[in-house]
C-alpha cells in the first residue's frame, strides 16, 4: 500500500493525460450514438416518403368552419324535402285522383302554398353561391313559410277529397281511379292497358289538371313491357 502511494506521489501529473483520454473515449462513443440516432431517422423519413408517393405523412388539417355554408345546407335540404314531397303528388296520378285540391291552384290553402314556393325557390341560392347572413336569414324564412303552407294545404286536401266536385264529377274520378289501376296492370295486356289509359284521360279531362311530367309518368308504367313466361323445361331439339 506504501509502495502505491509512493508511485502515486511521484507520477500524479499522469492524471492528466489519463482524463483526457478518458473524455475523449466518452465524447466518441456519444458521436456515434448520435450518427446513428440520426441515420436511423433518415431511413424512417425515406420508408415514410416511399409509402406515401414522395411526401412524409402527416395529420390531414380539420377543415376550416364555416357556419354559413352548413347552415345554408340545413335550409336547402328542408326546401328539397317539402320539393319532394309535393312532387309526390304532382307526378302520381292515383294521388292526384284521391286528393285532387293539391293539384287546383283555385283552392285558397293550394293557391298559398304554390306561392310560398314560387318565394322560396326564387331566394335560393344558385349553386357555389355563398350568400350573405342578411340573404341566408330571407331565404330560412321563406322556406319556413313553405312549409308551413304546404303542410296546411296537404292537410285540407286530404280532408275535403273531392268534396267540392259535383256527384257527377267524383262518379267520373272513381271510374278513373278504376281504370288506372287497369292501365299499370302488368297482368293485363297492352290493348286493355291501352284502352284504359285513354278512357282514364277521358275521365280526368276538365276535373283535374295533369302536369307533363305526371303524363309521362304515368304513359312509361302504360308501356311497360309484359314479363315474359319462364319455362321450367327448354323446348326440346327439333325431330
Known amino acids: 500500500m506504501n509502495e502505491l ?4 506521489g511521484n507520477y500524479w501529473w499522469l492524471v492528466f493525460p489519463l482524463f483526457g483520454m478518458t473524455m475523449g473515449a466518452i465524447g466518441t462513443v456519444s458521436k456515434q450514438r448520435e450518427l446513428s440516432a440520426r441515420r436511423r431517422h433518415r431511413e424512417q423519413l425515406e420508408l415514410l416518403r416511399a409509402q406515401n408517393g414522395g411526401m412524409p405523412a402527416s395529420a390531414p388539417l380539420p377543415p376550416a368552419p ?3 355554408g352548413d347552415d345554408l345546407a340545413r335550409v336547402e335540404a328542408r326546401h328539397d324535402e317539402v320539393t319532394h314531397r309535393w312532387l309526390d303528388y304532382e307526378l302520381d296520378v292515383s294521388k292526384l285522383i284521391s286528393y285532387p285540391a293539391m293539384s287546383d291552384g283555385r283552392q285558397p290553402l293550394t293557391a298559398a302554398f304554390l306561392r310560398a314556393k314560387k318565394v322560396a325557390d326564387n331566394l335560393r341560392p ?3 353561391e355563398k350568400p ?4 341566408l336569414n330571407d ?9 308551413v303552407a304546404f303542410e296546411l294545404a296537404e292537410r285540407d286536401a286530404r280532408r ?16 278513373a281511379q278504376q281504370l288506372l289501376g287497369v292501365a299499370v296492370d302488368e297482368a293485363a295486356t297492352p290493348n286493355e292497358r291501352q ?3 285513354r278512357r282514364v284521360r277521358q275521365e280526368l279531362d276538365g276535373l283535374i289538371w295533369l302536369s ?9 308504367k302504360v308501356a311497360r313491357e309484359l314479363p315474359r313466361p319462364t319455362s321450367e323445361t327448354p323446348p326440346g331439339p327439333a325431330v
Open 195 to 197: 284502352v284504359a289509359y
Open 139 to 147: 331565404y330560412r324564412d321563406a322556406v319556413t313559410d313553405y312549409e
Open 160 to 175: 275535403v277529397k273531392a268534396a267540392a266536385f259535383t256527384p257527377e264529377e267524383r262518379k267520373r274520378l272513381d271510374t
Open 132 to 135: 350573405t347572413p342578411e340573404r
Open 212 to 220: 307533363d311530367e305526371a303524363v309521362e309518368n304515368l304513359e312509361k
Open 126 to 128: 344558385a349553386p357555389g
Open 66 to 68: 364555416d357556419p354559413v
Open 5 to 8: 502511494l509512493q508511485f502515486a
